[in-house]
C-alpha cells in the first residue's frame, strides 16, 4: 500500500466487510448452573458492529461526495447549479408531498393549479402555445416531441422518414430520432460553430420530418441563422424541434417560439432549479407551436370557472406518456424557483451564467486552444492542443483539476471538438469561485509546460487514482479488496 500525502486512508470496505469487533456469542456458559431449557440454541440477534464503526463508516462514506453543495461543479451541457434550499422545502409541504394521484379533483386543487400555472409560466418563457408538463427528463422530453411530430405529419398521410441532426448533438437526440422510426441524417456545423442555411438547403426534402436542434448548442454558441433556418423547414412542412437542454443561456432574453421552433424540451432539473445527477428523478416539460398543440400528451389541466380539472379527452394526443401527472416534486421546486424569482430575477440568472461562462473563456484564452471564435453563451469549449505538444491530454488535465479540488469539466464532449474541455460555470458561482477554479486550470497549464510528468501521473490525492476506465467499465468490481493499492 502507497502512503498518501494526506496520511489518511480514505478507501472504505463495505458494512460486511469490516471486521466485526462484537462477540456474538456472548458469555462462556461452561460450569454455570442453568437448566439447559433455558440456554437458547440459537446465535442471539444482536448488531454485529459497535456503533462508533457504523457511525464512521457512514460519515467517511457522506464525506466522499462532491457536488454542488461541496464546490464548484463546471460540467458543461450539464447545469450543475446551486439549488436554492428554499425549493426542497416547498416540495417537501405535506400537501405537496403526500398526495396520492388517486386523490379527487375536488380535493387537490391547489396541486392541479400549480399545474396550471406551471404550464402558463413556461408557454410564456418558451414563447410557446401550451406546455405539457408529463415527462420525465429531457430525453423522455425528446422523445415525446418526436412522438408529436411523427402524428403531425401522419395526420397529414405520412410519417415521414428522416429527422435531420447537427454533428454538435447530444447523444440523447439521435436515440429519441430511432426510436421513434426516424432514420437520422448528420448535418454539419459550420467552422464557426453553428448550422448555416446553405448546409441546411443540402439536405431538406419531403421525406424530412424534422431539424432537430441544440440553442445555444453544445459548443454553448448560440444558432444565429434559426429564424431563416425554421423558415426553410416550415415552408417544406418539416418541423423544428430544439433541444431546450440550455434554456438557461436564454430564460427572460429571448423565446424559442419566436424564433419558429414548433418544439421545445425544458430541462426542469437543469435550468430550473432541481439537484440531478445520479440519475435522480426529473422533469422534461415539453413546450408546443400552434401547429402541435392538438398532439400533446394527456392529461392536460384546464381551468373551467374556478375549478381546475384534468382532460383526457383529446382525440388527435398521442396518448399517455407516464403514469398521472409527471414528476410533481420536481414542478414543485421549479413554480417556486420562478415564484421566488421573478421575471426579472430569471433574467439576471441568465445574464450572469453567460457572463461567468465568458469571464472564464476570457481569462483562460491565453492558455488553453479555444477550437471556435464566435463568443459563448453559457458554457465554453477549450481544447488540450497547446499542453500536446508536451504529451499531455484532456484527461491528464481533467484529472489534475481533481489535485486541486474541483470537479472535472465534461471532456470529450462535443464529439466534433478533438480534446474538448467543456465548462459551464452556472450563474450560481460568484467571481471569486471562478478566479479560483481559473486559477487552478493556469497553474496545470504551466505545470504541463514546466513539469509534464506531474500532469500525466494524476490525481494523488483521491481515494482512487487513475482508473482503467475501459476495464472498469467492462469488468465491474464494486467489491471492496482489502489489499487494493490506494
Ligand atoms: C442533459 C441533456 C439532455 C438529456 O436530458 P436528460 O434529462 O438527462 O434526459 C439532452 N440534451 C442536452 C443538450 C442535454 O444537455
Not at 412542412?237 to 432574453?253: P, R, T, V, W
Not at 392538438?294 to 374556478?306: A, F, Q, R
Not at 381546475?308 to 407516464?322: A, E, F, I, M, R
Not at 401527472?325 to 421549479?334: E, P, S
Request: glycine share 8%.
Amino acid at each position: 500500500m502507497r502512503l498518501r500525502r494526506v496520511g489518511v486512508s480514505t478507501n472504505e470496505p463495505l458494512l460486511f466487510e469490516i471486521e466485526h469487533c462484537l462477540d456474538k456469542k456472548g458469555v462462556d456458559t461452561e460450569g454455570v448452573k442453568i437448566d439447559k431449557k433455558y440456554l437458547r440454541t440459537d446465535e442471539p440477534h444482536i448488531p454485529e458492529l459497535d456503533e462508533v464503526s457504523v457511525v464512521r463508516h457512514y460519515t467517511r462514506l457522506s464525506q466522499w461526495n462532491y457536488g454542488v453543495d461541496t464546490g464548484m461543479y463546471p460540467l458543461g451541457s450539464c447545469t450543475m447549479k446551486y439549488n436554492p434550499k428554499f425549493n426542497e422545502y416547498a416540495a417537501r409541504l405535506n400537501g405537496f408531498s403526500s398526495i396520492h394521484p388517486y386523490t379527487p379533483e375536488d380535493l387537490m386543487q391547489g396541486v392541479l393549479r400549480i399545474i396550471y400555472e406551471m404550464e402558463r409560466y413556461l408557454s410564456e418563457i418558451g414563447g410557446f402555445e401550451r406546455v405539457t408538463l408529463i415527462p420525465s427528463a429531457g430525453a423522455h422530453g425528446e422523445y415525446t416531441g418526436l412522438m408529436m411530430v411523427r402524428k403531425y405529419h401522419l395526420d397529414k398521410g405520412n410519417p415521414r422518414k428522416k429527422v435531420l441532426i447537427p454533428d454538435t448533438a447530444h447523444g440523447t437526440n439521435p436515440a429519441s430520432c430511432t426510436l421513434n422510426g426516424y432514420e437520422v441524417v448528420q448535418v454539419k456545423s459550420s467552422s464557426a460553430g453553428y448550422l448555416t442555411k446553405e448546409e441546411l438547403l443540402k439536405h431538406i426534402d419531403e421525406d424530412v420530418a424534422a431539424l432537430m436542434v441544440t440553442n445555444p448548442n453544445t459548443l454553448g454558441i448560440f444558432e444565429k441563422e434559426i429564424a431563416e433556418i425554421a423558415e426553410i423547414l416550415h415552408s417544406k412542412d418539416a418541423l423544428l424541434y430544439c433541444d431546450g437542454a440550455n434554456m438557461n443561456s436564454l430564460i427572460g432574453i429571448a423565446k424559442p417560439g419566436d424564433m419558429g421552433v414548433d418544439v421545445l424540451q425544458y430541462n426542469l432539473h437543469k435550468s430550473f432549479s432541481t439537484p440531478h445527477g445520479g440519475g435522480g428523478p426529473g422533469s422534461g416539460p415539453v413546450g408546443v407551436s400552434r401547429r402541435l398543440v392538438d398532439y400533446l400528451p394527456v392529461p392536460l389541466v384546464e381551468k373551467i370557472g374556478n375549478k381546475y380539472v384534468l382532460v383526457y379527452d383529446k382525440p388527435k394526443s398521442v396518448g399517455q406518456v407516464k403514469a398521472f401527472y409527471g414528476n410533481f416534486g420536481i414542478i414543485v421546486r421549479a413554480y417556486s424557483y420562478i415564484r421566488a424569482m421573478g421575471a426579472e430575477g430569471l433574467k439576471k440568472a441568465t445574464e450572469y451564467a453567460v457572463l461567468n461562462s465568458n469571464y472564464i473563456r476570457k481569462r483562460l484564452s491565453n492558455y488553453y486552444h479555444l477550437p471556435y471564435e464566435t463568443p459563448s453563451m453559457h458554457e465554453c469549449v477549450f481544447t488540450d492542443k497547446k499542453q500536446n505538444e508536451k504529451g499531455i491530454t484532456t484527461m491528464d488535465i481533467a484529472k489534475r483539476l481533481i489535485d486541486y479540488g474541483f470537479h472535472p469539466p465534461t471532456i470529450y464532449f462535443p464529439l466534433v471538438v478533438h480534446g474538448a474541455i467543456m465548462i459551464e460555470p452556472t450563474e450560481s458561482e460568484s467571481k471569486d469561485s471562478l478566479d479560483r477554479f481559473i486559477d487552478a486550470m493556469i497553474a496545470i497549464a504551466r505545470e504541463s509546460e514546466e513539469n509534464p510528468d506531474i500532469v500525466k501521473n494524476t490525481p494523488t490525492l483521491s481515494p482512487i487514482l487513475r482508473a482503467d476506465e475501459v476495464k472498469a467499465a467492462k469488468e465491474l468490481k464494486l467489491k471492496y479488496e482489502k489489499n487494493r493499492c490506494l
